[in-house]
């Protein structure tokens, strides 16, 4: 019995966040447009490495908060001072995710029969083959 109930809350729980990652990349992508996040550049292929991340945000502020020359080049000097940081962070970050992507599909397949197991490895090479075709745009 405890088994039972202890299956069906993982799979309620894995299925809650597959549906809010969803739910959150479908809000991100149809509803708050391609200007949500200051992030144009990557949606249009513009995106280029982090640098050009960090110059197009001080360009972004500086537009919009009306900087003064001497506050764009601190400002400058602050995202430079932090980016590896960051970027140690998210590589980290990702990492994490990855981890913790594939003990969850360990853990679904667990629940499924020997027929459900083809079907979703299905499921999730085309969620992969998406996912890589996405970057590439």
Excluded: C
Aim: hydrophobic share 35%.
């Amino acid at each position: 019995m405890v088994a039972t109930a202890r299956k069906w809350m993982s799979v309620t729980l894995v299925a809650t966040l597959f549906i809010g990652v969803g739910v959150g990349i479908l809000v991100d992508r149809f509803l708050l447009g391609p200007t949500a996040f200051g992030d144009v550049e990557r949606r249009s292929g513009r995106g280029g490495n982090h640098r050009d991340h960090g110059r197009h945000m001080v360009e972004r502020l500086e537009e919009r908060l009306d900087l003064t020359s001497g506050q764009v080049a601190e400002l400058e000097a602050v995202v430079n001072r932090h980016h590896e940081t960051a970027r140690a962070f998210w590589k980290d970050s990702r990492s994490q995710f990855e981890t913790m992507r594939v003990q969850i599909r360990r853990d679904i397949r667990e629940l499924l029969t020997e027929e459900q197991k083809v079907e979703f490895d299905t499921m999730v090479a085309e969620y992969e083959s998406n996912r890589e075709h996405g970057r590439e745009r």
